[in-house]
């Protein structure tokens, strides 16, 4: 079975400022995906970022981008250029690749709050 | 843009009864899912369904809880005798092939046991 680690309950940023949440994950499997997913106050939950594990390049997306270490099982993910949009609390979460049936295994998730 | 869509968003009622949450996922997608968020907790995944039946499912999925997909729009969960414990946020995602990672999700359903 997999676990999803997340240690930082909450953490907090001045706008544009720059901010990394952390993640670490257990799993025996070498193929899989990686995501965050940002659900803000509407409790809609979005995807941030994507990593395949098989890819040693670390994903980025605009403001986003993620520190992938496999052999640590880490996976931070930095926010640089903070914006107050950006206030939502943050889940980590894994998933098997190869697999048809795509189970999303999440952590505990990080309370992000920007301040102007 | 094509969304997955839920209803109710809240959802109240007495322990002992019968619910069913409603998810219409996205058209052409074949994986369906249900998550459960308890309040302040981590999202849970409950079941998985793809080909009109269950392909896995959770510990906390047991004889109380169902899923169907009635008429090839629709991707229900019913939960048959509702408990306190079952007050959460309930997520529908879907999926649209195999080889496709993202999980597109709903906005959620509230539901509230009294």
């Known amino acids: 079975a997999q676990t999803v680690t997340q240690s930082q309950p909450e953490m907090s940023v001045q706008e544009a400022e720059t901010v990394t949440l952390s993640c670490t994950y257990d799993?025996?499997?070498?193929?899989?995906?990686l995501f965050w997913y940002k659900q803000p106050p509407s409790r809609q939950m979005i995807l941030v970022i994507r990593?395949?594990?098989?890819?040693?390049q670390n994903a980025t997306e605009n403001r986003f981008s993620v520190n992938f270490q496999k052999a640590a099982k880490s996976f931070s993910l930095k926010i640089s250029d903070s914006q107050l949009g950006d206030t939502a609390m943050y889940f980590c979460?894994?998933?098997?690749?190869?697999?048809?049936?795509?189970?999303?295994?999440f952590g505990q998730g990080t309370i992000l709050t920007v301040h102007p | 843009e094509p969304e997955v869509t839920q209803t109710p968003s809240h959802q109240v009622t007495q322990m002992g009864q019968e619910v069913i949450l409603r998810c219409v996922p996205i058209?052409?997608?074949?994986?369906f899912y249900w998550y459960r968020q308890i309040l302040g907790q981590k999202v849970e995944f409950l079941v998985s369904?793809?080909?009109?039946?269950?392909?896995?499912k959770s510990e906390i999925f047991d004889d109380q809880f169902s899923v169907e997909r009635p008429d090839g729009s629709n991707f229900t969960l019913k939960i048959r005798s509702t408990k306190l414990e079952d007050s959460a946020m309930y997520f529908c995602?879907?999926?649209?092939?195999?080889?496709?990672?993202?999980?597109?999700f709903g906005p959620g359903t509230r539901l509230t046991v009294l």
């Open positions: 369904f793809y080909n009109n039946e269950i392909s896995e």
């Open positions: 979460a894994f998933m098997r690749r190869g697999t048809s049936y795509g189970k999303l295994t």
């Open positions: 995602a879907s999926r649209p092939l195999a080889g496709v990672d993202e999980q597109f």
């Open positions: 058209s052409n997608h074949l994986y």
């Open positions: 990593q395949e594990a098989y890819k040693q």
């Open positions: 799993t025996s499997e070498s193929n899989y995906y």
